[in-house]
């Protein structure tokens, strides 16, 4: 019997004609990079995610659905980061703005660093990014922009967990939670 989710089984199923991009990942990257869009000077940071996709695509057991979850990663990071070189161009200040005392929260997996840093976030004296930030870092958004922001991070939870059931278990999470910079640290 398979320990496989059925949701999951059946994603792949839907997902089996769209496998046939990763025999082109340049050019599947490519269509990333025209989506995404790319800040100024930017050039040699973009062409450095160019190999994630052929890795990926060369690995014979990957799934449907790790092809689409493994573009959609480099989607958001290469959107995301133009976002913030965009931010940074049109805003110089940000990158003056002083940060004071940081804490961080430094330790090897399943060693409690994730409930370490919640902890610290219940705190009024520290202020821990929001999951939401993460995937869709901005500048004080407007009421809407924040709603899209959080409705597009539940939906991401909701397809995680989905699919991946353990996953609450292992790391729970949620939109408008505290979250570790592992999806912030690939921009840098």
């Known amino acids: 019997m398979s320990s496989t989710p059925l949701p999951l089984t059946l994603a792949n199923l ?4 769209a496998l046939g991009s990763r025999h082109d990942a340049d050019r599947a990257f490519e269509r990333i990079v025209a ?3 790319q800040a100024d000077g930017d050039e040699e940071f973009v062409d450095g995610f160019r190999f994630l996709p052929r890795e990926w695509a060369g690995d014979e057991g990957l799934s449907p659905v790790g092809w689409q979850a493994a573009q959609a990663h480099v989607r958001r990071h290469l959107t995301n980061r133009a976002r913030i070189r965009r931010l940074i161009a049109e805003h110089p200040g940000i ?3 002083p940060v004071e005392r940081p804490v961080f929260v430094v330790g090897l997996p399943r060693t409690a660093t994730t409930l370490t840093h919640s902890v ?3 705190s009024d004296d520290h202020r821990c990014p929001l999951l ?3 995937i869709a870092p901005g500048l004080e958004p407007s009421t809407q922009q924040r ?3 959080v409705t597009t ?9 989905l699919l991946t059931p ?8 949620t939109a408008e939670g505290p979250e570790e910079c592992t999806f912030l640290l690939p921009r840098a």
Do not use: N
């Open 147 to 149: 709603k899209k922001a």
């Open 14 to 17: 839907l997902l089996r004609p």
């Open 120 to 122: 610290l976030s219940l």
């Open 153 to 161: 991070a539940r939906r991401t939870l909701d397809a995680a967990h």
């Open 95 to 97: 990158e003056r703005e």
């Open 166 to 173: 353990p996953l609450r278990d292992i790391h729970p999470m």
């Open 132 to 134: 939401w930030e993460l």
């Open 35 to 37: 989506k995404a869009g």
